[in-house]
């Protein structure tokens, strides 16, 4: 779910449909892909609505349903997509790609890495993009789509990386760990859980890194790696 301005309230589902609530619960329209939405709608500053789609799709619909464009990649999209700064909305694919449009729903730039992409491209405070794919890289890109650093982890990463004001990279892999590497690509800390780490994580005001695992427990690590528990 996704909230806009005025409070008008965004959501997909398994049918392929995207939705849009006032903030009383009246559907005000909604939108149809050609399959289902996993994504989480990206909101742009002029109310433009970005979703993708399994179809491999990334769709733009005007803040009152009304269609703009639509965006075909080789694959489906299930990461959600990301707005910088000057309005860029960045995302990825299953067909291997990260993607650059325009508001326009022109390309400016692809990336190619070796697996899918489905986490949601990560923004720094210095502008780099960081993006995860499941070849098991999570990789630092500038601002016009050229790599910076990679650094491999023991396995694939489906979750979203989560930047810290450092800079920091915090994730999790399919190799039962939790990840931070530092603005420069360097490991800062790994912490081991007992099973695979698929979901995204959040940064708590105090710098805490929290994520959930497949060994059914959630994760709070201080920004230093210091586990400060699980349950």
Same mark, same amino acid.
Do not use: C, Q
């Given at each position: +779910?996704? +909230?806009?301005?005025?409070?008008? !309230?965004y959501v997909g589902g398994l049918a392929g449909v995207l939705h849009a609530f006032s903030p009383g619960g009246t559907e005000r329209w909604v939108r149809s892909s050609g399959d289902a939405i996993r994504t989480t709608p990206a909101i742009a500053t002029d109310g433009s609505v970005y979703f993708g789609s399994d179809d491999g799709k990334?769709?733009? +619909?005007?803040?009152?349903?009304?269609?703009? @464009?639509?965006y075909p990649t080789g694959g489906q999209v299930r990461g959600s997509p990301n707005i910088v700064a000057d309005g860029t909305i960045i995302f990825g694919s299953s067909d291997?790609? +990260?993607?650059?449009?325009?508001?326009?729903?022109?390309?400016? @730039?692809?990336?190619?890495?070796?697996?899918?992409?489905e986490g949601a491209p990560a923004v720094a405070p210095d502008g780099r993009i960081v993006i995860s794919s499941f070849d098991t890289y999570l990789r630092s890109l500038s601002a016009d789509g050229e790599m910076t650093w990679q650094y491999r982890a023991g396995g694939f990463i489906r979750s979203s990386p989560a930047i810290g004001q450092d800079g920091?990279?915090?994730?999790?892999?399919?190799?039962?760990? =939790?990840?931070?590497v530092d603005k420069d690509g360097g490991l800062a800390w790994k912490v081991e859980t007992a099973g695979a780490v698929v979901?995204?994580?959040? =940064?708590?005001?105090?710098?805490?890194?929290? =994520?959930?695992?497949?060994?059914?427990? =959630?994760?709070? !690590?201080s920004a230093a790696g210091t586990l400060r528990w699980s349950k």
């Open positions: +779910v996704a +909230v806009g301005r005025g409070g008008t !309230i990334l769709y733009s +619909v005007a803040g009152d349903g009304t269609p703009l @464009w639509d291997m790609s +990260v993607y650059a449009l325009g508001a326009d729903g022109e390309k400016k @730039w692809s990336y190619k890495t070796s697996g899918a992409v920091t990279a915090y994730f999790g892999a399919g190799d039962r760990h =939790i990840y931070a979901g995204s994580g959040a =940064i708590g005001p105090n710098g805490t890194f929290y =994520i959930g695992s497949n060994d059914r427990k =959630i994760y709070a !690590i």
